[in-house]
């Protein structure tokens, strides 16, 4: 079946350091790819998407390239900002229903 | 536009007792997702409701179940829960189903501890 694979964590940046967060995937179809944020206390909430190849998502300073060659949808951000400190979610959507990948804890530290 | 609510935010069971937790959709959305979040499984999609339907169901055993009211909101059940189902239940709405071109909009879940 589909499968998400993120980068291990927790990963420990100081303030406007640049971040990558690996997320790679396995799907028989077309599928479109998600990255969720979830802040202490609180459900997910959709940081970007991309629904064909070579799509890129943005939103915040957050950017994801989808790589179909690679089936992968790293995350990146130029500047990190404390607030930035999360947990972040790699996702797939079949149509049916999003697979998630295990997710990678962010701490940024001032 | 008030978010995904979700009652109660926290829940404290028995094993062989049952549960029952609600979700109530962001205004206007007709398709309620659930998900249980585990520390070792992750996010595991439960199931999906669209127009008082399921639509689409995970891999979880029959004791999970769930329901879709006319003003879509929506409800699900455990029965003789297990230590193992101590979770974070999130509910996710969105306009219309399938989670792909209509995001899924998350609420802060109902945490449920089985002793």
């Known amino acids: 079946g589909d499968s998400v694979t993120q980068m291990e964590g927790p990963v420990t940046l100081s303030e406007e350091a640049f971040l990558t967060i690996n997320c790679t995937y396995t799907a028989t179809g077309y599928p479109s790819l998600f990255w969720y944020v979830q802040y202490p206390g609180e459900g997910l909430q959709l940081l970007l998407k991309a629904t064909k190849a070579d799509d890129k998502g943005s939103n915040k300073g957050f950017e994801a390239t989808y790589r179909k060659e690679t089936t992968s949808f790293h995350l990146e951000k130029g500047s990190v900002q404390v607030s930035d400190s999360a947990v972040y979610f790699c996702?797939?959507?079949?149509?049916?229903?999003?697979?998630f990948g295990s997710g990678t804890r962010l701490q940024v530290q001032p | 536009k008030a978010g995904v609510t979700q009652t109660p935010r926290y829940l404290i069971k028995t094993r062989g007792q049952q549960v029952t937790l609600s979700c109530s959709p962001i205004s206007g959305h007709r398709s309620v997702s659930w998900y249980q979040q585990t520390p070792g499984q992750g996010l595991q999609f439960l199931f999906e409701y669209f127009s008082e339907t399921q639509r689409n169901k995970g891999n979880f055993p029959g004791r999970f179940s769930g329901r879709q009211f006319s003003n879509s909101r929506s409800e699900m059940n455990v029965s003789t829960l297990e230590l193992g189902d101590s979770a974070l239940y999130l509910c996710?709405?969105?306009?219309?189903?399938?989670?792909?071109?209509?995001?899924?909009?998350f609420g802060n879940g109902t945490r449920l501890t089985v002793t």
């Open positions: 996710a709405s969105s306009l219309n189903p399938g989670g792909d071109n209509s995001p899924l909009h």
């Open positions: 996702a797939l959507s079949d149509r049916r229903a999003l697979t």
